[in-house]
């Protein structure tokens, strides 16, 4: 009798790899081993004999670089969407999309199961499990590190479960920074970023990103081009989204930018300290953020903001495939519509600054907005405007006079006594 499978979501790092002899060891399961490529930039004929070195029956490489960028980081960029002011949501976009592939593959499959190497402290079991529920409610999902037989309790007991039975470490002992790698960005966690008090050891860690310090002395200017919100054009060449994304990489990577040493909430409540190279990330943020400001009107720029967030802790907390997230993003996508026109930036040493932009949707108009009177704006408008949007104010002045109470009154400690001379 054959016997069940189950799909495994497998990196070819240091868990996923403990993974497939523990399966087989405490499970009657066959193993398929799933490798979602979203940029890792690994080397996948290398990790395909790994994952059948070390038991699996099988072990499928999935290209998603394209799909992931173009479903998944183009709505969070169109939206803005930045979790607690700094994270631009690498791991978190990622993870909805690698959880459907594992659907997938579990439906051609005939799995029953699907395994993922998520700790139980983590954000990722939630963005995996969420994911799977959301299109298989019906599969049994083993989180190894939840589950009762799973008996290591570190990264170090993972490494000696491996040399015991003489298979290979992945990974160098000093370099066991707990990592996550795709298109959009590098994420750093463990060793001494685990104590709040240590500065990075940057050099040690940076894979991608040039120290800033040590980036060019001239910096770099960039100009992107977006159409509808989306990327479409660096420095006036047009590129699909896989060579758009490497090429601002390249170029962020160069000059120092997107790095962001963050201490975050994660949804399953302690907070946590990460750092993360995201380069081209940070230029198309910037870049798109100033179209916006260009191109949006104050109400829908204002109300697209509380979007944002909203749909940025979607994302983070793994609900990808909501019908709340639906709804944000068809709200995006009409802010969108004429969000059409190119940025240039200023990269410097880590730092990203404006240096110009233009739309022909642009709701700047120079002759409104010049210093110098033009012929479609008269200062004298402005006084009744100010006398209707102040009357609230004023009329809540004249009540305090009247009942002698308030900040209003002649002698209202508020007001300080300035000197005379």
Same mark, same amino acid.
């Given at each position: 009798m054959a016997k069940e499978?189950?799909?495994?979501?497998?990196?070819?790092?240091?868990?996923?790899? /403990? $993974?497939?002899?523990?399966l087989k060891e405490n499970y009657d399961y066959d193993v398929i081993a799933v490798c979602v490529d979203v940029g890792q930039q690994d080397d996948w004929a290398k990790i395909k004999e790994r994952a059948l070195k070390t038991g699996a029956s099988a072990c499928y490489v999935v290209d998603a670089r394209e799909e992931y960028i173009t479903d998944y980081i183009w709505p969070a960029l169109k939206a803005d969407c930045v979790y607690e002011d700094s994270y631009l949501l690498g791991t978190s976009t990622a993870r909805p999309l690698i959880g459907k592939i594992l659907v997938e593959y579990a439906r051609q499959e005939g799995a029953c199961a699907i395994c993922h190497g998520a700790t139980g402290k983590g954000n990722d079991q939630v963005r995996f499990e969420l994911a799977i529920k959301a299109f298989a409610p019906d599969l049994? /999902? $083993?989180a190894a590190w939840r589950d009762p037989l799973w008996n290591m309790d570190s990264r170090e007991a993972e490494i000696r479960f491996l040399e015991e039975r003489g298979l290979e470490v992945p990974m160098k002992k000093d370099q066991s920074y707990s990592r996550d790698e795709n298109i959009w960005h590098l994420s750093h966690e463990g060793l001494e970023l685990e104590k709040t008090e240590n500065e990075p050891n940057w050099k040690h860690m940076l894979q991608h990103v040039t120290v800033p310090e040590e980036a060019a002395e001239e910096g770099e200017t960039v100009r992107i081009d977006f159409e509808r919100g989306i990327p479409v054009a660096v420095n006036g060449k047009k590129m699909g989204a896989l060579e758009l994304m490497l090429e601002v990489n390249r170029i962020g990577s160069r000059n120092g930018v997107g790095l962001a040493d963050i201490c975050e909430n994660r949804c399953v409540g302690m907070k946590s300290r990460g750092v993360y190279e995201t380069p081209g990330g940070t230029i198309l943020y910037t870049a798109h953020r100033m179209l916006d400001q260009l191109c949006?009107?104050?109400?829908?720029y204002h109300f697209k903001q509380h979007v944002s967030l909203r749909m940025a802790e979607l994302i983070y907390d793994g609900k990808f495939f909501t019908r709340l997230m639906d709804a944000c993003r068809a709200f995006v996508d009409v802010t969108e519509e004429t969000v059409t026109g190119w940025v240039q930036l200023r990269l410097y040493k880590g730092s990203v600054r404006g240096a110009g932009s233009h739309s022909e949707y642009s709701l700047y108009n120079e002759n409104i907005a010049s210093f110098t009177t033009?012929?479609?704006?008269?200062?004298?408008?402005a006084q009744g405007f100010i006398t209707l949007f102040g009357l609230p104010l004023k009329v809540r002045a004249m009540m305090e006079q009247r009942t002698g109470q308030g900040q209003a009154v002649l002698e209202s400690k508020s007001l300080k006594k300035r000197p005379t001379e």
């Open positions: 499978k189950v799909i495994l979501s497998y990196s070819g790092g240091l868990d996923t790899t /403990v $993974i497939i002899p523990w049994r /999902v $083993i949006l009107d104050r109400d829908t033009g012929d479609l704006y008269d200062h004298k408008d």
